[in-house]
């Protein structure tokens, strides 16, 4: 199916462990980005790519790592995970600056 | 720096009523403006965005308008039913001088549609 696909949906994890978000998308945006979304914080840029190798830090970077070997993928690596790290993870694309996002469904991320 | 400021939730109506979320932005430079719906347990989704001043997005019944003189962007529909029951996030994008285009999102406002 074409879109923009984040696995795994929900996930729990413990303090101190490492964990990776995945999101793919079909369309081969140029464009991709993740967004934590808390509860009195709304959503905030964590990190962002303007294409493949090209990736630059948002608002909220630290803790976090991503890639982007692939257009089409960005993973997103919570390296040693904190309980400040509970959130729900977007990942978004865009094919052009200014066109808007589309964004996936989520990933509910528990660190206990 | 840019902000967007959204009235505080949550919004009750009845179906049929008519629906204003008020949205205003302060901006370097010249933004373009975007609303956002995200349905219960669901990413956002684009309603509409207008990219310069006096410019009308519209979709799914929803308008808004890009008033660069009082710098705003209300979102409005005529008639709500119980399904656009959501939350709405108003946002802008200003480039920078990386290139980038920095999307500033509002705190969203709820809005719950009664039968």
């Given at each position: ?18 964990v ?12 991709m ?25 948002g608002e ?22 904190t ?30 | ?36 719906v ?74 719950q549609?009664?039968?």
């Open positions: 199916d074409a879109g923009i696909t984040q696995s795994p949906r929900y996930k729990i994890t413990e303090t101190g462990r490492q990776t978000l995945m999101c793919h998308q079909t369309w081969s945006h140029s464009y980005f993740w967004y934590r979304q808390d509860l009195g914080h709304g959503l905030r840029l964590i990190y962002y790519s303007a294409a493949a190798d090209i990736t630059d830090k909220v970077p630290d803790g976090y790592v991503v890639s982007r070997s692939k257009t089409e993928n960005f993973p997103l690596t919570l390296e040693s995970a309980r400040s790290q509970t959130s729900v993870y977007f990942c978004a694309s865009s094919e052009r600056i200014g066109w808007g996002y589309t964004f996936g469904s989520g990933t509910r991320l528990t660190v206990v | 720096g840019n902000s967007v400021t959204q009235m505080e939730g949550p919004v009750t109506l009845s179906e049929e009523a008519f629906l204003t979320i008020n949205c205003t932005y302060t901006a370097t430079g010249y933004p373009s403006l975007f609303w956002y995200q349905y219960p347990g669901e990413g956002l989704q684009l309603l509409l965005k207008a990219t310069k001043a006096d410019d009308k997005g519209s979709n799914k019944g929803f308008e808004a308008t890009y008033r660069k003189e009082t710098t705003s962007f209300h979102l409005e529909k005529g008639s709500v039913q119980v399904s656009d029951s959501a939350v709405y996030f108003c946002a802008l994008s200003v480039g920078n001088s990386g290139g980038y285009q920095k999307v500033t999102f509002g705190t969203g406002t709820k809005l549609v009664i039968p």
